[in-house]
């Protein structure tokens, strides 16, 4: 199975702050990546799709890049909305992998 | 609204079964390609099993296979899992979702559903 490495497993920013979380895959995934945020004891919702395209109805603060095995997520100006659990997930292989996360909290 | 729906989630005793349901609306249900996918109490996102649009394919995790079935029906807008010799590790949320694919091999999960609670417990 593809591993996929997710850092850092938990930061703390302020409202406004500039956010970058990263994947690295155990083997080269192309662009397959997507990212999720979950809400506490909500279901994740779609942020990022292949890597780079903000998904419909998502925020342009959120951008995503990479290619390879090494992709990051960024959030531009963090919102209080965004306190939550990012998740990246491959499926250029199945099964299909996820990410142990990253929890961003109030600093 | 388009919408995905779990239920039949509850107790289950080690070694038992349990079927959870899924109902999509808002959207042509029969269209799109769906997975399950589960999260353990305080953990991380782990894929179950995929069902394509007809049926004609259906993958399931290592963990599951031989355990858990997949099928669904598209006359009622349906996913189901039926999940037989159930371990207390199989305790989690299991979460319906629809796949969206991008013009190339691109894919994602884009419609999630609220998830319904497995416990597996004497």
């Known amino acids: 199975d593809i591993q996929m490495a997710q850092s850092p497993s938990s930061l703390s920013a302020s409202v406004g702050d500039r956010v970058t979380i990263s994947c690295r895959a155990s083997?080269?995934?192309?662009?397959?990546v997507n990212w999720y945020r979950q809400k506490a004891g909500k279901a994740p919702e779609l942020l990022i799709f292949?890597?780079?395209t903000v998904q419909r109805g998502v925020s342009s603060r959120f951008s995503g890049g990479g290619y390879g095995t090494e992709f990051t997520l960024n959030i531009s100006s963090l919102q209080p909305e965004d306190y939550a659990t990012y998740y990246c997930?491959?499926?250029?292989?199945?099964?299909?992998?996820f990410g142990l996360g990253t929890r961003v909290e109030i600093k | 609204e388009e919408q995905l729906a779990e239920s039949g989630g509850g107790l289950a005793q080690p070694g038992g079964s349990l079927r959870l349901s899924c109902v999509g609306s808002?959207?042509?249900?029969?269209?799109?390609?769906m997975n399950w996918i589960r999260q353990a109490p305080g953990k991380g996102l782990q894929w179950v099993s995929y069902i394509s649009s007809s049926s004609s394919m259906i993958y399931y995790a290592e963990s599951v296979k031989g355990r858990f079935t997949t099928s669904r029906d598209n006359d009622r807008n349906s996913l189901n899992l039926y999940m037989t010799g159930l371990h207390d590790d199989d305790t989690a949320t299991y979460f319906c979702?629809?796949?969206?694919?991008?013009?190339?091999?691109?894919?994602?999960?884009?419609?999630w559903g609220q998830g319904t609670m497995v416990i597996v417990s004497s």
């Open positions: 997930q491959q499926t250029h292989m199945r099964p299909s992998t």
């Open positions: 979702t629809r796949v969206v694919r991008g013009v190339t091999q691109a894919n994602a999960l884009d419609l």
């Open positions: 808002g959207f042509t249900f029969r269209n799109f390609e």
């Open positions: 083997r080269t995934i192309r662009t397959n």
């Open positions: 292949a890597a780079s």
